[in-house]
């Protein structure tokens, strides 16, 4: 995201006035939201249904709300119960030659995208990245994958689904509750009662940021696991820090502050460096030539091998959802276990050879 942009999304998380002068094209594009979802309900737009089960894990919002960490959870929670999962991403910030794209130990983050890097490298899983869902979802199928987990897919109705997560930044809620570009709602806040969970990532700020969580939300925190040397695979536990005096903290995620907080709370005397979300770094921005150590997240990570000095650590977050959302999401599991690749004459039909959404 560009600086302007990165000043237009602080504005709309914090309701600035000026944003009123943008209501008559919200208006426009609520209207245009609308129109495509009943297109995809009427059948006049076709999605494409795959013979295992699907879940979605997306947000309302423009900005990071830790989605990510939530997809690797449930990853290795449907491993540990007997599934074969993959991920299946657009792979924003990365560009390829050929889709889909199978994410293997040799794809860079600049071809694949920052997050499909990162989960390949958490999870061990089958990760394809595409812009077309369903031929995507498809090239997991023939990896042998019996459950899907689509990454940032819940405005993407070409791919239909079994279950819809929506995570939201307990800090930073839903802004000024205005959709663009008057606010960062990529759907109106009415799209809430027809998903199946909404999952609230850190404290809720004034009542999730002036807009109340809707009944039966459930919480999540990313709790920190350890630190890892950026050139190699050496982990050290949280304490003691394993780096002395202060440090260059830098984070281009969706929002930035959160991992300087984190930081801070785990006593990381931190020089705050933020960047805009899937930004692609260069050596010179990460050489600040005064010896301190660097330390970044684990999605900066996966951009900036070769780039960073030797000194580089990152903080590995994991995914901790409340155990209310373990239990309700069991039930529902245990629900989807019917669905299976005996479905396919059922569930699935032709797709074309390119399917754009």
């Known amino acids: 995201m560009s600086r302007l942009g990165e000043r237009w999304l602080a504005a709309a998380y914090a309701g600035s006035p000026w944003l009123v002068a943008l209501w008559p094209l919200e208006a426009l594009y609520r209207v245009a939201v609308a129109r495509r979802r009943a297109a995809f309900a009427a059948g006049r737009r076709s999605a494409w249904r795959a013979p295992v089960p699907v879940i979605v894990v997306g947000n309302l919002t423009l900005g990071g709300t830790g989605k990510s960490p939530l997809v690797a959870w449930l990853v290795r929670h449907l491993a540990a119960q007997g599934w074969r999962p993959g991920i299946l991403s657009r792979g924003y910030g990365g560009r390829s030659q050929a889709y889909p794209l199978r994410v293997d130990d040799h794809t860079p983050a600049a071809q694949c995208g920052d997050e499909p890097r990162m989960l390949a490298d958490q999870t061990g899983v089958p990760v394809v990245a595409d812009p077309d869902r369903p031929r995507g979802a498809r090239r997991l199928l023939a990896e042998g994958c019996?459950?899907?987990?689509?990454?940032?897919?819940?405005?993407?109705?070409?791919?239909?689904?079994?279950?819809?997560?929506?995570?939201?930044?307990?800090?930073?809620?839903?802004?000024?509750?205005?959709?663009?570009?008057?606010?960062?709602?990529?759907?109106?806040?009415?799209?809430?009662?027809?998903?199946?969970?909404?999952?609230?990532?850190?404290?809720?700020?004034?009542?999730?940021?002036?807009?109340?969580?809707?009944?039966?939300?459930?919480?999540?925190?990313?709790?920190?696991?350890?630190?890892?040397?950026?050139?190699?695979?050496?982990?050290?536990?949280?304490?003691?820090?394993?780096?002395?005096?202060?440090?260059?903290?830098?984070?281009?995620?969706?929002?930035?502050?959160?991992?300087?907080?984190?930081?801070?709370?785990?006593?990381?005397?931190?020089?705050?460096?933020?960047?805009?979300?899937?930004?692609?770094?260069?050596?010179?921005?990460?050489?600040?030539?005064?010896?301190?150590?660097?330390?970044?997240?684990?999605?900066?990570?996966?951009?900036?091998?070769?780039?960073?000095?030797?000194?580089?650590?990152?903080?590995?977050?994991?995914?901790?959802?409340?155990?209310?959302?373990?239990?309700?999401?069991?039930?529902?599991?245990?629900?989807?276990?019917?669905?299976?690749?005996?479905?396919?004459?059922?569930?699935?039909?032709?797709?074309?050879?390119?399917?754009?959404?």
């Open 146 to 357: 019996d459950i899907l987990i689509s990454d940032d897919g819940l405005q993407h109705l070409a791919l239909a689904r079994d279950l819809e997560l929506v995570v939201v930044d307990g800090a930073r809620g839903f802004g000024n509750g205005r959709c663009l570009p008057a606010g960062p709602l990529r759907e109106p806040l009415s799209r809430l009662a027809s998903v199946d969970a909404v999952v609230i990532n850190g404290a809720a700020v004034n009542g999730v940021a002036r807009v109340a969580p809707p009944p039966g939300a459930f919480a999540m925190e990313l709790a920190p696991q350890a630190w890892r040397r950026l050139d190699s695979a050496e982990r050290q536990p949280l304490a003691p820090l394993p780096f002395a005096g202060a440090v260059h903290a830098v984070a281009g995620i969706g929002r930035p502050a959160r991992f300087f907080e984190t930081l801070a709370g785990l006593g990381v005397e931190a020089i705050p460096h933020p960047f805009g979300d899937h930004h692609a770094f260069r050596a010179e921005e990460l050489a600040f030539g005064d010896g301190r150590p660097l330390v970044m997240t684990a999605k900066d990570a996966v951009k900036c091998r070769g780039l960073a000095p030797a000194e580089g650590w990152v903080l590995e977050v994991a995914a901790a959802p409340e155990p209310g959302f373990v239990a309700w999401l069991d039930e529902r599991l245990a629900a989807l276990q019917g669905v299976g690749p005996d479905d396919t004459n059922s569930r699935a039909g032709p797709l074309p050879a390119h399917h754009q959404e």
